[in-house]
């Protein structure tokens, strides 16, 4: 942590990562304490980026699922190309914005083991929010009549598809160039 004067007078908070690297510049003004230790803090900055995270992730999981069960009918020769997806599922999409932090962690690892870790989060996540959705009776999926499913809220054999979103979420989120929502 270092503390430098600006050209405009004021003073501002430098902390850094282990290579050298400025990893934030907070403004003393911007700095509050919780119990009795400061921590440094742009919340809106920081907040801003989540919630365009999430919206990104909600639209793209929507297109991929629409994309996913329009070709799941045209198997069953169903040359329409019909997609159909559910309100529900944005905010369930949009989740996987939490993909951008971790992805931090785990870019050194092979991509296919990152699409493991990113399919076993899914997972998780699918049967929590499937629980929750179905103990309201406002559940969109229902995979109790297929082989290989938890309890109805999960199907394994869904794996590659969640290893191949995952490792979409992560391209998507981990891009430096501008986006359109930027």
Not at 45 to 52: A, G, H, K, S, V
Not at 75 to 99: E, K, N
């Amino acid at each position: 942590l270092h503390t430098a004067p600006l050209p405009n007078g004021r003073m501002y908070f430098f902390y850094y990562m282990t290579r050298g690297r400025i990893l934030q510049v907070v403004p003393f003004d911007s700095m509050y304490e919780i119990n009795g230790s400061v921590t440094y803090y742009i919340k809106k900055q920081e907040t801003f980026i989540m919630r365009r995270n999430f919206f990104i992730c909600g639209l793209t999981g929507w297109c991929l699922e629409i994309l996913f069960t329009s070709i799941g009918n045209c198997s069953r020769h169903d040359l329409r190309l019909i997609g159909q997806t559910s309100v529900w599922m944005f905010p369930i999409y949009g989740m996987a914005c939490i993909i951008k932090p971790l992805y931090r962690y785990f870019k050194k690892l092979p991509a296919l083991f990152r699409g493991f870790i990113y399919s076993t989060g899914i997972f998780c996540f699918e049967y929590l929010s499937g629980s929750l959705l179905k103990k309201h009776h406002l559940c969109p999926w229902d995979y109790s009549r297929t082989p290989y499913s938890i309890f109805g809220l999960v199907r394994l054999d869904y794996f590659p598809v969640w290893v191949t979103a995952g490792l979409i979420f992560e391209y998507i989120l981990s891009q430096k160039k501008n986006h359109i929502l930027s």
